[in-house]
């Protein structure tokens, strides 16, 4: 199905991924926290690590429900530092915590987590077409203000070259190629 993408390599998990899940559009806003924060698990580490992790970091962070996750305490930081079927970083997990904090108070707040990301664009993925995957940016320069508004509002390890990645995933940007099947597919889909 995917002959035009190029970035999953020749792993079935990984090309599972892109398949059915990659640039699909999720509106709810727990949901976008969840794939946030696994972006963020990502800095310096390749996506097909989180991806593989991710049911571990699903049962060990709660089912990324920020309402428990916000009231984390130590004892519960470090039965996260000894789980090895997670990242063990300890900067990322306080991050997790700081980020389900902050999610609560857009939710309360504001019009929602989701708005604050969709108004962006305004509320309708934008559709690449791009011919190549050397077409693809690594970051762009909403990716950049994305990156900057989170930042001030207190979240970690969202850089606009995360963010960007972030924004993929969750459907905000259409990257497969024009020559992907799932490219057309996917632009239905808004």
């Known amino acids: 199905m995917s002959e ?5 390599g020749d792993d079935p998990f990984y090309k599972a991924y892109h398949d059915e899940e990659w640039g ?3 509106y709810d806003g727990r949901a976008l926290y969840e794939k ?3 972006d963020g698990f990502q800095a310096g580490l390749s996506w097909i690590t989180i991806l593989r992790k991710r049911e571990n970091f699903i049962a060990a962070f709660d089912g990324f429900n920020p309402e428990i996750i916000a009231r984390y305490d130590d004892k519960k930081i470090e039965a996260l530092m000894q789980d ?5 970083n300890r900067a990322k997990i306080l991050g997790t915590i700081a980020g389900a904090q902050l999610f609560l108070e857009i939710e309360e707040k504001k019009d929602g987590f989701s708005k604050l990301l969709w108004n962006y664009l305004d509320g309708k993925p934008l559709q690449n077409s791009w011919t190549a995957m050397s077409e693809v940016p690594a970051e762009t ?8 508004d989170l930042k001030a509002r207190g979240f970690k390890f969202v850089g606009p070259t995360i963010v ?6 969750v459907g905000m940007i259409n990257d497969h190629v024009v020559s992907c099947p799932r490219h057309a597919e996917v632009q239905k889909l808004t």
């Open 4 to 8: 035009g993408c190029t970035w999953y």
């Open 24 to 26: 699909v559009p999720i």
């Open 36 to 38: 946030l924060i696994l």
């Open 84 to 88: 090895a079927g997670i990242v063990r």
């Open 141 to 148: 320069d909403l990716s950049k203000v994305i990156s900057k």
């Open 164 to 169: 960007y990645a972030f924004m993929q995933a």
